[in-house]
């Protein structure tokens, strides 16, 4: 008890300082509990929206049996009629559900979802009347009329009696809003479109007498389970049968997906805040136990073991840990509900109703909270263990700095620096993408730790060098604040150490993302030829008539199509693989410039012929000439000849097979065949402009597809790795931040340290004007120090995981050097900015009552 109190008493005297080291423990915690709360209420609204409209049992086609191509599967109308018939069911009703349509204003304009989401559209079931409620004008009567979900009708400004163009698979035709329909509870973040049955089989599917699905309703005191049974034994062929509970499950393990990439990322970044902030917890106990080495003394003089006085430290970093776990949960909530209102910007209607907060999230929050502060302060709570009742007779309260552990901490760490930059220098030369990744792995881990532990020895290097190179500009001043930095390295280097891993990572990134950026730029420039190409925008892929309405433009050389397809090929093993199939016309060459290393790439765009990458006729042993036995999906299997081996460098991916679309035809009926993934076209020469404005012409319509040329595909590129990197950096920034606070922390805690030098300094002559840019410069020079190390590092993270990127074909590595100077000149203007509160309470010292405060 008396241990809890002195721990409760001290850390009431030290709370500013324990304040900033609160913080890192606060943001760490809200990103766990933040994540938690998220994923637990996107559970909860989604298991309700299933469970309310989930059918008791579903009939599905078998995906086996699944036609190729884009068409949807489907079930024939009998099936309705044998649901109904099996023992145990009360109903039947058959279904066009999931159908992805793009709808167009009376200006050409698409009108999307919120979020800019895609449509799906199908046929009003009873089903939907327990998830919309038609809040405007009426169900749809006929194939002119429509019902539309009230957000997408927000989102565009649409009202009940409006005209809209429906643009899907079999046709594009014009329908009014006859209703305006709102979900009862959430919105699955797509717009929706519902027609009558005939209309949505005629003109989403493209015949009657089919359904996507089949909703089978049980008798009471019938389960979902006997249902089901019941079903598998009436229905002909082998359909799918999926229970309301099941379909949920599905439904929630594609949501669970979803989220995994954003709740894999908030809990990453977590991770990096609790690393930063353990250096800042460290320096903390680190400084504070410095300072309180006579009180220390004192007590063990007065009887206190070593134990107690090691437990009393422990303790404050648990009390630290504790409370700034409990803001942390209460902040991750609030990050939750941010989250949450994020997402209804997608159409994805979360309410506060639905905010799980369950059990174990605060526990882990702060569970986690108070582990990390409790292992972060072990280290200083050793150290206070192990001063001597002697040290309350010494007048400044120092201890003699351990020589012994200092060069094994060198020793340590130049080892695991040399290792950790070899298995990155490994990492460029390898080959294997499962070995280069496990180098780079074992490289960064290792170099981040090894510079983390001989951080004192290089600061001592660094802080001399900027010394030399900056701090002599501003005279005495500048020298002293370059021996404060030095004064200390172990507590120089663990606070750059924090600023560092924010900024390793920026500079990784940076590097990664630039050079992904360069490599695309550089294989465009080199491979693609087209003056124009086509790609679709919202996932739907080029349309039959948007693509006849292109073949009529004028002022163009050639169209080529370009499809994917998916086929078995077996290349004489006898075992057939599933390979990706990429069929184009024989302008393909042309407008993609890839290099053969054997045989003639023209003629692989012959019948009967095909190409493979050198990667691909390695590992299978082909040569030109070889025949292939090809089964495509939907069609027929034929053989075909081998008539190019393209180079890796110039191929776009190097598991797929390439042949001319002539051949595939041969094989696959048009019925059967994918739409277009994209078109090149080639401009007469001179009127490329003419081309350009032609196409874009022929596409108004069709607002889900854009004409790029290759200079607007980089540019678009560009921006959209750089907004991912912006979101990424932004996430980062809140890593930096806690390094920041360390900087703030250790200055503040070192003003107090040196409050009689300063009162000294002061009595000698020293302005207040100068003891602030003492201040300032030390906290620049610190920061600089950790901008250095954490771009150097970054840089040699980067050009290490460029060879994975390399091992995919983005050979190009580019260093934004504009950038990484940016970063480094910015990091000086931080270290400015941290040191501000620290520098105005050092000039603000009382001159007398500084020098009592050590006699």
């Known amino acids: 008890m008396t241990v809890l109190r002195t721990s409760v008493r001290t850390v009431l005297a030290h709370k500013g300082r324990m304040l900033l080291s609160a913080v890192a423990v606060v943001l760490s915690v809200a990103f766990v509990s933040g994540t938690l709360v998220f994923t637990d209420t996107m559970n909860t609204t989604f298991d309700k929206l299933f469970a309310s409209t989930a059918p008791h049992v579903t009939v599905a086609p078998d995906e086996d049996a699944a036609p190729p191509g884009d068409r949807p599967a489907t079930l024939p109308a009998a099936a309705v009629g044998a649901a109904a018939k099996a023992p145990g069911a009360a109903g039947a009703e058959g279904a066009v559900a999931d159908v992805p349509v793009t709808l167009v204003g009376d200006g050409n304009e698409r009108l999307a979802a919120p979020g800019n989401a895609g449509v799906l559209a199908g046929s009003w079931t009873k089903n939907d009347e327990r998830a919309l409620e038609i809040t405007s004008g009426r169900l749809p009567r006929g194939g002119s009329e429509l019902v539309l979900d009230a957000d997408t009708a927000a989102e565009n400004g649409l009202k009940t009696g409006d005209e809209i163009s429906v643009v899907a698979l079999p046709g594009d035709f014009t329908a009014t809003i006859s209703g305006i329909a709102s979900f009862r509870s959430s919105g699955p973040g797509t717009g929706v479109v519902r027609f009558d049955p005939a209309t949505a089989q005629q003109r989403l599917l493209g015949e009657s007498g089919v359904f996507t699905h089949v909703h089978v309703t049980a008798r009471d005191g019938v389960s979902d389970t006997r249902l089901k049974a019941a079903l598998a034994t009436t229905l002909p062929g082998s359909p799918e049968l999926l229970t309301a509970d099941e379909a949920a499950d599905r439904e929630g393990g594609a949501l669970s997906s979803s989220l995994d990439a954003l709740t894999y ?31 220390i003394g004192l007590m063990r003089a007065i009887g206190s073991s070593r134990r ?214 550089t294989i465009l420039d080199e491979s693609v030829r087209g003056d124009l190409m086509v790609t679709p925008d919202s996932g739907q892929p080029i349309v039959p008539q948007a693509q006849r309405a292109l073949e009529r433009a004028e002022h163009i050389e050639h169209l080529t199509d370009y499809r994917q397809l998916g086929g078995k090929v077996d290349t004489g093993s006898g075992d057939p693989a599933n390979t990706v199939i990429f069929g184009a016309d024989p302008t393909f060459t042309k407008d993609l410039l890839a290099e053969a290393a054997a045989g003639d790439l023209d003629a692989a765009y012959t019948p009967g012929k095909a190409a493979v990458s050198e990667t691909y006729a390695e590992r299978h042993g082909l040569k030109v000439g070889d ?19 393209i180079t890796d460098e110039s191929n776009t991916d190097n598991e797929a097979l390439y042949m001319g679309l002539t051949t595939v035809r ?83 805690l070192s003003v107090v340290e040196r409050t009689r030098e300063i009162g000294l300094m002061r009595a000698l002559g020293v302005s207040r004007g100068q003891l602030r840019r003492m201040i300032r410069l030390e906290s620049m020079v610190i920061a600089l120090f950790g901008a250095l190390l954490g771009l150097g590092l970054g840089l040699a993270w980067g050009a290490a995981a460029h060879q994975l990127l390399a091992l995919q074909g983005l050979t190009t590595l580019d260093i934004p050097w504009p950038t990484i100077l940016t970063v480094f000149v910015a990091s000086a203007f931080v270290g400015l900015l941290a040191a501000l509160v620290p520098a105005f309470r050092a000039a603000r010292v009382n001159v007398l009552r500084a020098i009592a405060a050590g006699a």
Not at 282 to 288: I, Q, Y
């Open 265 to 295: 990322a908030m809990l990453g970044f977590a991770g990096v805040a609790f690393l930063v902030g353990t250096f800042l917890i460290v320096n903390t106990f680190s400084m504070l136990v410095a300072q309180r080495t006579r009180e």
């Open 627 to 645: 025949p292939l036995k090809v089964a495509f999906d939907g069609g027929r299997t034929g053989q075909i000849t081998l008539a190019a081996i």
């Open 666 to 748: 041969e094989y696959v009926d048009e019925k059967n065949l994918p739409l277009s993934v994209s078109l090149f076209a080639e401009a007469v020469d001179g009127e490329e402009q003419e081309a350009f404005v032609a196409f874009e012409k022929a596409l108004a319509p069709y607002p889900q597809y854009t004409v790029r040329s290759t200079a607007d595909f980089k540019e678009t590129l560009r921006e959209e790795i750089g907004q991912l990197l912006n979101i990424v950096y932004g996430l980062l920034a809140l890593a930096i931040v806690v390094a920041v606070l360390g900087v703030v922390n250790t200055l503040a």
């Open 308 to 521: 107690q006085v090691n437990r009393s430290v422990l303790t404050e970093a648990v009390l630290l840990g504790l409370a700034g776990s409990v803001v942390g949960v209460v902040a991750g909530i609030g990050l939750a509900v941010l989250l949450m209102t994020f997402v209804n910007t997608s159409g994805v209607e979360t309410s506060l109703g639905d905010l799980t907060v369950a059990w174990t999230t605060p526990a882990a929050g702060i569970g986690l909270g108070v582990v990390v502060t409790v292992v972060s302060a072990y280290v200083p709570a050793r150290r206070a263990g192990k001063i001597s009742p002697m040290a309350a007779l010494r007048d400044d309260g120092s201890q003699a700095a351990d020589g012994r552990t200092g060069r094994v901490r060198a020793v340590a760490g130049t080892v695991l620096s040399v290792v950790g930059l070899g298995a990155l220098a490994a990492t460029a030369t390898t080959e294997e993408t499962a070995r280069a990744g496990a180098l780079l792995g074992l490289g960064i881990l290792l170099s981040l730790v090894g510079f983390v532990v001989v951080g004192p020895l290089l600061a001592g290097v660094v802080v001399r060098g900027f010394g030399g190179a900056l701090l002599r500009w501003f005279g005495p001043v500048g020298r002293m604040a370059e021996r404060n930095a030095l004064r200390d390295p172990r507590r120089t280097g663990a606070t750059g150490a924090a600023l560092m891993i924010g900024l390793a990572l920026v500079g990784c990134l940076s590097v990664a993302g630039s050079s992904m950026v360069a490599s695309t730029a």
